[in-house]
Structures are given as C-alpha cells and as structure tokens.
C-alpha cells in the first residue's frame, strides 16, 4: 500500500477510531471502499471491508478479511495491527504479540502498530516493554496524542508520577481536536496527580 490517497485515508480513519468519531470512521471506510473498488484494488477492498466489520463489532469476519487483505498486500502492517485488536476484542489474548510482531516486521515504520503493541503489553501488566513500544511510536511520529495518553497511564503504574505527570501535559498540548471530552478527562489526570 503506496498509494498517498490510501494512506491519506488510514491515517484519517485511525484518527477517527482513536477519537470515537464513528460517523467519520463509517464516511471515511466508504470512501475508502468506493475508491478501492473503483481502481480495482482487492488488498484495500478487503481491507476497508474488514474495517466495516470491525465497526459493526463483527471481529471474526473482519479477521477474515484482514488476511485475506494480507494475500494481495503482504507488507500490510495495518492489517495485521487490526488483526490483533480483533483477537484482544474477541478475548484471544494468546498470539496477539505475535501479530503484532509480524506487523512491525514488515512495516517498522508504521507508528499505529508500536502504539498498538505497547496498549497491550500495558493492558497485561508489562509495563516496561509498553513503555518502550510507546517510545518507538513517538520516535515516528511525536504529536500522537493517544501515545502519550498511554505512556502517561505506564509511568503511572509503574509508580512515575513525574513523568506520567509530563506525559499527560505533552497529550493536551498536542490535542487538536476540539474534543471537550478528551481535553476534560486529559485536564482530570493532570488535576490528580498535582
């Protein structure tokens, strides 16, 4: 997946999904799907069509169609990141690493997948490693809010208020979107921990 128009579309679909915009994530998959269709392109076909199964909560199917993406597009990190929230989603925790391993394999570049891998790891209690996929993530691509919301929950349960302190500070002042939910909760955490 080279095409600008395609990565244009993902990164603006993650941003989306990040930010529980569901309406923009359903325009933006249709868009994606259309165009896909439109220049005869079966990897980013299935690809968007998983995406609207994942949106319906329909996590098998979506992983079906994430590897079938993967047939056309071997080097598709993003399939296999989606590949592994689908298992997380559906409770089937064994391989998740593994996955996502196989993602940052073929595209090492792609901040989403490290982002991905470092929630996981915080979410079963390897802080540690979290922290270090979070910091590879930033090192791609360091205005992304979500990473240093995460990073800042990692510090916290490692017992690194400061940083996790900092952490939550850089993702408001990174925050863009005019969403007053998230600035509230990211002002909540900062207000907590002062």
């Not at 979506?62 to 590897?67: D, N, R, S």
């Not at 090192?139 to 929950?153: C, F, Y």
């Not at 017992?159 to 990174?174: F, I, M, Q, V």
Request: hydrophobic residues 45%; glycine residues 6%; proline residues 4%.
């Amino acid at each position: 997946m080279n095409d600008p128009g395609f990565t244009r579309l993902r990164r603006e679909l993650d941003e989306a999904i990040t930010f529980d915009d569901l309406g923009k994530s359903r325009s933006l998959v249709a868009e994606g799907l259309q165009r896909a269709q439109q220049d005869e392109i079966p990897g980013e076909v299935m690809y968007f069509r998983a995406q609207e199964a994942i949106i319906e909560g329909m996590f098998t199917e979506a992983i079906v169609m994430l590897e079938q993406a993967l047939v056309f597009n071997p080097s598709d990190g993003a399939a296999y990141n989606d590949i592994a929230l689908c298992m997380v989603e559906m409770g089937r925790l064994e391989g998740v690493l593994d996955i996502f391993d196989q993602g940052i394999a073929v595209e090492p570049d792609y901040a989403t997948i490290h982002h991905n891998k470092g929630w996981f790891l915080n979410k079963i209690g390897k802080t540690s490693q979290a922290l270090a996929c979070f910091e590879q993530a930033l090192l791609l691509e360091p205005g992304r809010v979500v990473t240093w919301e995460n990073m800042a929950d990692a510090y916290e349960e490692q017992g690194r208020l400061p940083e996790a302190l900092n952490a939550y500070k850089k993702a408001l002042a990174l925050l863009k979107k005019p969403s007053s939910r998230i600035r509230a909760q990211l002002q909540a955490e900062i207000d907590r921990l002062t």
